[in-house]
């Protein structure tokens, strides 16, 4: 917050972006921008009222809106993704600097559909998890690419590097709730573990794609591993400060899954 900030100009109480005209909340009464007008995209302290009275007006108001949620809703709920161009041009960039580090693993000798969609997935899968979740939550969340990690990102992708870091970016959420918060980390380590571990009883069925099999366990494992590490603004760090023991299960499931699949 800047001392000097003028009278006339508005910011998004979420983003900080300035809008010439702020949409405000019927609800709590703060100014936001186009993409946080939504009381579900401002983690609104009246979310509830907004709900409610939006599935009044869908439904006629014959649901009396009992504590089980349906499947439709949940899939509403996701399929109502806020993204922007920013997002969808950070997401692009960090996942060809991804695509390259997995490439480069081999110094970029085999190029197939397979390995694409291995590297691909491992990325995009665990970003997009972290998102769904926190919209789920009602949190606004999009990736966010940062300079440093897109640079360490981008030198790990040289064949000569022994040590890959993968770290282009994270995805942005607005939780306060401490457990909801550690869940929204914790789902992205997950689905490589079980992405990873499916490569795996694969491989044990059809020994014939092993290498992409392996690859795909290993890629997965070691992506899950570095980012359990507890630093910084990494999801390790997230989940060790909201419970020890799902961090250590994790970490331990990780590091199984990368040696087994690199043997
Ligand atoms: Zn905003
Ligand atoms: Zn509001
Ligand atoms: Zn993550």
Not at 122 to 137: G, T
Not at 201 to 208: E, G, H, P, V
Request: charged fraction near 15%; proline fraction near 4%.
């Amino acid at each position: 917050m800047t001392e000097e900030r003028e009278k006339n100009v508005i910011e998004c109480y979420v983003c900080g972006t300035v809008e010439t005209i702020p949409f405000r909340c019927n609800y709590c009464k703060e100014h936001f921008c186009s993409d946080h007008r939504n009381p579900i995209n401002h983690s609104c302290p009246f979310v509830n009222s907004y709900k409610k009275k939006r599935q009044d007006m869908l439904h006629g108001n014959q649901n009396n809106g009992g504590p089980n949620i349906s499947f439709s809703q949940i899939f509403s709920k996701i399929i109502h993704i806020k993204t922007s161009k920013t997002e969808l041009l950070h997401l692009t960039v960090a996942t060809l600097l991804v695509t390259a580090v997995g490439l480069s693993l081999n110094g970029y000798r085999y190029f197939s559909w397979q390995f694409l969609a291995i590297f691909i997935s491992a990325f995009l899968v665990h970003e997009l998890a972290h998102k769904f979740l926190a919209q789920y939550y009602g949190s606004w969340a999009e990736f966010r690419a940062q300079m440093s990690g897109l640079l360490i990102t981008a030198i790990s992708a040289l064949p000569i590097m022994p040590f890959k870091f993968i770290a282009p970016g994270a995805v942005m959420v607005a939780l306060s709730d401490r457990k909801k918060f550690g869940r929204v980390a914790l789902i992205g380590p997950v689905t490589n573990l079980v992405m990873g571990f499916s490569f795996l009883l694969l491989s044990l069925f059809y020994s014939s794609y092993s290498p992409y099999f392996a690859t795909g366990a290993s890629f997965n494992g070691w992506i899950a591993m570095f980012n359990l590490i507890p630093l910084g603004v990494l999801d390790g760090q997230k989940i060790l400060e909201w419970n020890k023991l799902v961090w250590a299960i994790t970490i331990a499931a990780a590091m199984g899954l990368f040696i087994i699949g690199y043997l």
